[in-house]
């Protein structure tokens, strides 16, 4: 029903800037909510933003004051303004998106980001 796309990965500098982007397609004005989440090797995949409908966004502590999400007025694109990137967020990206009545949840394929010298 939403099929979602990342872009925007790639190798940075420490204390560089990245901006990842998420385009939705499909039942976009079904979506609830969109989030990016990360996955780094050897670790579980843990929430890095979330943003719902109403705009109050949750963010987890390791990314707060350096990270920004955002989604467009059409609700069918998320971006993740990442700043301040250190070896610590090198991991793989993903888009997710929550469906309003419920329902399995959707994700992207991932983009890697890695930030190393």
């Known amino acids: 029903q939403v099929q979602l796309v990342e872009s925007g990965g790639g190798l940075v500098q420490p204390g560089g800037s990245l901006r990842l982007s998420c385009a939705a397609s499909g039942s976009i004005f079904s979506i609830y909510a969109m989030g990016w989440y990360r996955q780094a090797p050897g670790k579980q995949r843990e929430l890095v933003a979330t943003i719902p409908n109403g705009g109050d966004t949750i963010y987890a502590d390791s990314v707060k004051g350096r990270f920004t999400i955002s989604r467009d007025k059409s609700r069918a694109r998320c971006t993740l303004q990442m700043n301040s990137l250190s070896p610590e967020d090198t991991a793989v990206y993903y888009c997710?998106?929550?469906?309003?009545?419920?329902?399995?949840?959707?994700w992207g394929q991932g983009t890697q980001v890695t930030v190393s010298s």
């Open positions: 997710k998106a929550l469906l309003l009545g419920g329902g399995p949840d959707y």
